[in-house]
């Protein structure tokens, strides 16, 4: 693998810029599902902890949407990102 310098300054381990992209891309995709996750396991707990009282329940639905759609997003991302860097910018 070879490397290239950024302004001189800093070290990269990578062949290219897109190379770099992706590794962070991937990073923050792993990033966000964990969060996900971790929405959904405590819109469950509200869940379970609203004891029926509607205002709890709204707010454990909210946080629910919230996450799921969040998770949708986070799918969605790397296509978009995938489809700047090939067409826009004209990286491979």
């Not at 799921?68 to 995938?82: D, S, W, Y």
């Amino acid at each position: 693998m070879k490397t290239f310098f950024i302004d001189g300054i800093t070290r990269a381990g990578f062949d290219d810029i897109s190379e770099f992209i992706k590794h962070i891309v991937n990073f923050a995709v792993s990033a966000s599902v964990l969060l996900v996750v971790i929405s959904v396991i405590i819109a469950g707990f509200k869940y379970i902890f609203s004891k029926g009282d509607e205002e709890k329940v709204k707010e454990a639905t909210k946080t629910l949407v919230f996450a799921l759609v969040g998770m949708v997003l986070v799918f969605i991302a790397p296509i978009i990102v995938k489809f700047v860097l090939s067409n826009l910018i004209g990286l491979k």
